[in-house]
């Protein structure tokens, strides 16, 4: 979500991301969130529970590291919420 502005009260975090061949790292960025924050690759039976844009991360920011070919930051908000 590049348009995204963090809040006073979002958890922030940089992860070093390496996308797979043929995968945008904005792609790369916002599995990321998701998968750290309300996504899975496994169909599980509390999916219907949570409020998805209540919970889950956004990838608000990436950019290249320097030096590194196909390696980005990718800056991830978590609401405060996400965590207990």
């Known amino acids: 979500t590049p348009d995204y502005e963090t809040k006073d009260t979002d958890i922030l975090a940089a992860f070093r991301?390496?996308?797979?061949?043929g995968v945008p790292p904005e792609e790369a960025g916002a599995a990321v969130a998701a998968e750290s924050s309300t996504g899975t690759w496994t169909?599980?039976?509390?999916?219907?529970?949570?409020?998805?844009d209540r919970y889950k991360?956004?990838?608000?920011?990436?950019?290249?590291?320097p030096g590194e070919e196909n390696q980005y930051i990718c800056y991830v908000a978590y609401p405060l919420d996400l965590f207990e």
């Open 17 to 21: 991301v390496t996308p797979q061949p």
């Open 43 to 52: 169909t599980v039976w509390t999916d219907g529970l949570t409020s998805l």
């Open 57 to 65: 991360g956004r990838c608000y920011h990436i950019e290249p590291v």
